[in-house]
Structures are given as structure tokens and as C-alpha cells.
T-cell receptor, first 114, second 115 residues
Framework: GENVEQHPSTLSVQEGDSAVIKCTYSDSASNYFPWYKQELGKRPQLIIDIRSNVGEKKDQRIAVTLNKTAKHFSLHITETQPEDSAVYFCAPARRMGGGNQFYFGTGTSLTVIP | EAGVTQFPSHSVIEKGQTVTLRCDPISGHDNLYWYRRVMGKEIKFLLHFVKESKQDESGMPNNRFLAERTGGTYSTLKVQPAELEDSGVYFC?????????????FGEGSWLTVV
């Protein structure tokens, strides 16, 4: 299966600063790259995604950049706020049968200090 | 539109007992996934259904785990007999078929504690 790693595993930033989380993967067939946010006790929720034919995508304070050659993609959060505190997971996916196969990274615990 | 629902939300059982977790995917979603998260660790893939067929069950840890999706609608995940290391949160997720986009939607999870 896919080997997915995230760095760093924990990250603390001051409110207003930026946070960057990197995800590396091994399967060159991966063609869909989402990021999920999981707040304590809640379900993981999709916050941003990018497809393999695009290098960068931005949605307000959140952006994702993809380097398919190097097999990594990164989550960028600018102007961080306390409510950004959560565990973030990357989940590169490839087509398999009638859907996609997702493999989740190890997670990054982000703490935004007010 | 109803989201992915899971039952029970919490379960505490003794080692050696049996537990069955249920997942109702979003209506019309062909793909159904089971994942498990042990405290503080990654979300680990268990298996993937496309309709009623098991597309990939490579993540199932051992034969104490049995997943079914009869009729291609809801799915059950049975653990029998349960062991202490089975404790964790079991997430179900669903997505549309190949033509319907890639996004997967998670349920709230079933928190299992084996004592």
C-alpha cells in the first residue's frame, strides 16, 4: 500500500502566524490530494483538495501546493486563529475500481496560541 | 441531505465479547470505507466496498474482523472475539462512484473500548 508521512507531527504557532504541514507519499499513481481537519471528538472533515493536474489551490486562508515529481503536497494556513487548532490529515488517493483508495497520513496536531 | 451515520456512537465491552458496528452511508454513494484510529495515531485503512463487493480489504488486521455490505447499502463491521488492542474509534466514510467525484464524507465514528 501507499506509504504516507506528515511533518511535523506537532506544531504550535502564535495566533496570526502561518502554519505549513508537509505530506509525502510513495504511490506515483496517486492523483487526488485532500487535506482533512479533525477537531477533538469530531469527524474528519475535508478542508481543501487538489488534483494532479494543478500545482496550487487557494481558499481564503488555506492553500495547498502539489509537487507531483517529488511526491509531496503541503497545507498552508495563513493568519492562524485559535479555531484552527485541530489534527490535520493528508490522504493521497488513487483510482481503484469504482472509486478511490485513500491512505491517511499520521496526522499533525496544530495548536494556535492566542 | 443526511450524512454518514454510525451506530453505536460508543461501546464498552469486555475482552472476548462480540461487537457489531453499523454504518449507513450517504444515499446513492457506491463507495464505503472503514477506518480505525487508535488514540493519538494515524487513521488506518481497514477496507473499501464498491456497492456490495469488497474492493480492497488489505487493511483488515485479522480474521476476528468481518465486514459486510449486503445489498450495497449499509455496512456492518463485526469484531469477534474482541481484544484489548481493538479499542479505538472506527470511522466509516462514503463517496460517490467514479463519475461522482472524489470527496469522502466521514461519519461521527464509533468509539470502542475493550476492557
Amino acid at each position: 500500500g501507499e506509504n504516507v508521512e506528515q511533518h511535523p507531527s506537532t506544531l504550535s504557532v502564535q495566533e496570526g502566524d502561518s502554519a505549513v504541514i508537509k505530506c509525502t507519499y510513495s504511490d506515483s499513481a496517486s492523483n487526488y490530494f485532500p487535506w482533512y481537519k479533525q477537531e477533538l471528538g469530531k469527524r474528519p472533515q475535508l478542508i481543501i483538495d487538489i488534483r494532479s493536474n494543478v500545482g496550487e489551490k487557494k481558499d481564503q486562508r488555506i492553500a495547498v501546493t502539489l509537487n507531483k515529481t517529488a511526491k509531496h503536497f503541503s497545507l498552508h494556513i495563513t493568519e492562524t486563529q485559535p479555531e484552527d487548532s485541530a489534527v490535520y490529515f493528508c490522504a493521497p488517493a488513487r483510482r481503484m475500481g469504482g472509486g478511490n483508495q485513500f491512505y491517511f497520513g499520521t496526522g499533525t496536531s496544530l495548536t494556535v496560541i492566542p | 441531505e443526511a450524512g454518514v451515520t454510525q451506530f453505536p456512537s460508543h461501546s464498552v465491552i469486555e475482552k472476548g465479547q462480540t461487537v457489531t458496528l453499523r454504518c449507513d452511508p450517504i444515499s446513492g454513494h457506491d463507495n464505503l470505507y472503514w477506518y480505525r484510529r487508535v488514540m493519538g495515531k494515524e487513521i488506518k485503512f481497514l477496507l473499501h466496498f464498491v456497492k456490495e463487493s469488497k474492493q480492497d480489504e488489505s487493511g483488515m488486521p485479522n480474521n476476528r474482523f468481518l465486514a459486510e455490505r449486503t445489498g450495497g447499502t449499509y455496512s456492518t463491521l463485526k469484531v469477534q472475539p474482541a481484544e484489548l488492542e481493538d479499542s479505538g474509534v472506527y470511522f466509516c466514510a462514503s463517496s460517490q462512484g467514479a463519475l461522482g467525484g472524489n470527496t469522502i464524507y466521514f461519519g461521527e465514528g464509533s468509539w470502542l473500548t475493550v476492557v
